[in-house]
Each structure stands twice: as C-alpha cells, then as structure tokens.
C-alpha cells in the first residue's frame, strides 16, 4: 500500500450516493485508460470505500450492493476509479507536476544529444531552463512519455536537440573482464561480443546517446581506468582505440 501523503481521491457520483477510494495518482489514470497491469494492493492507500475520504465516513453495505453488486472493497475500488473523477487538491497537483518535469528531464537528458556540437549530451539544467525558456508546461495527469514529443517540439526552436543512440565498443583487459562485462552488457543492447585470446572481453554496445558519458564512467569504474573505448558506426568493426 501508498501512505495516505501520496494518495488521491476518486471519487463516483451515481444512485444519489458518493463512493471515494484513495489510490496512487499515476495508477489512477492508468486504470482509467485500461493500462493498469499492476497488483492494486499496491498502489491503494486503504482496502476500503469511503462516502467521505477525508473523514473515514463510510457508505451502508446495502448501497454498495445496489450499486456494484458487491460489498468486496478490491471489486470496487477499479469500478470506482474507472467510472469515477480523480480529485486532486491545488498542493498535490504542483507536487504531481514538479514529479513529471523532473521524469520529463531525465527522459529527455538521457536520450537527445546536441547534434552542433558533436552529438555531445544536453546537461539537465539545460534541458530545465529551455523548457522554462519555451513556455512548456508539463501537464500532472499525463504520462511522462506521452509528453516527451511535444517537450522535443518545444525544445528545438530554443537549442539544438535531437534524440539519437550511440554504438560503442568497449574491451575491457582479462583482468577485469570477468565481473566487468556484466555490468556493461546490461547498459543498453549487447549488439556483439567476443572473447580475445588473452582473456580480455570486448562488446559492442548501443545505447541512448545522452547516456554516453555515464556509460565511460561505468566503463573506467569496473576496470580502475584500464577500459578501451570507441565510438563506432559498424557494428561488426570490435576494434578498440
């Protein structure tokens, strides 16, 4: 379960009755748009149905039953939420919208690159501050991904941006390959790999170009700065500089 702090309310009208459940906001919507693959234990802050949330009030067993055909809380929380409005309070909505713009930061950050400057990556305080620049507004009751398009189109009148991967080759000498690889085959897609005759490993790996500087520090961390790296454009070329 949600503490009560991160909960919304929906909240159904119908029968002259009110029904409201206190649920995770993002799971809220994700059931109403019948996305929700989840265990609504999870994302609920009360096993039960309220007529009034905020003071414990609960509706008569026999309403329930007239309206849902079941006094089961799990049977009815979905109903609810799915028939139902989502209510929230002016302070909960600037903390869900404070929430998606950093989401919507980092989406962006890791993924674009500045294709003026060498396809190098967008530092988030500057995707921050053109978004700010651009007048985009991050709407609360959206997916982050449903966003990140019109946050691009935004974006590309204020800095040069554009979303690409990047291919690299990494080798990692045989003294580190072996707990090495397994931290960097998990980065992004393993493409190829091979094991050279003196144990050393080497791998071709893509991955969203804004990660790029994260992936060298990776690389340099699990092999104490013995890694070898380079950018490539054929996937088959596992030559390292």
Request: proline share 6%.
């Amino acid at each position: 379960m949600i503490s009560l702090d991160e909960a919304v309310t929906a909240r159904l009208e119908t029968h002259g009755e009110r029904f409201e459940v206190l649920v995770d906001p993002d799971a809220a919507l994700a059931i109403k748009r019948g996305e929700f693959d989840g265990d609504l234990e999870d994302v609920i802050a009360a096993r039960d149905v309220f007529e009034n949330a905020s003071r414990g009030d609960r509706p008569a067993e026999e309403d329930l039953e007239e309206v849902f055909g079941t006094t089961d809380p799990m049977e009815i929380i979905p109903e609810v939420i799915e028939r139902g409005e989502i209510q929230i309070t002016a302070e909960q909505r600037k903390e869900m919208q404070e929430q998606k713009r950093k989401q919507l930061v980092n989406t962006i950050t890791r993924n674009a690159v500045n294709p003026q400057m060498d396809n190098a990556p967008h530092p988030p305080e500057r995707i921050e501050n053109a978004l700010e620049q651009a007048g985009f507004t991050v709407d609360p009751m959206e997916p982050v991904e449903n966003q990140v398009d019109d946050a691009l189109d935004a974006l590309r009148p204020v800095i040069p941006i554009r979303f690409e991967e990047i291919t690299v080759a990494v080798q990692l000498p045989a003294d580190y390959a072996g707990s090495g690889q397994a931290q960097l085959r998990e980065f992004g897609d393993l493409e190829r790999e091979e094991w050279q005759a003196d144990g050393s490993w080497v791998g071709v790996i893509t991955f969203p170009a804004g990660m790029q500087n994260d992936f060298y520090s990776l690389a340099n961390e699990v092999s104490e700065g013995n890694a070898e790296t380079r950018v490539v454009k054929d996937k088959d070329d596992l030559k390292t500089r």
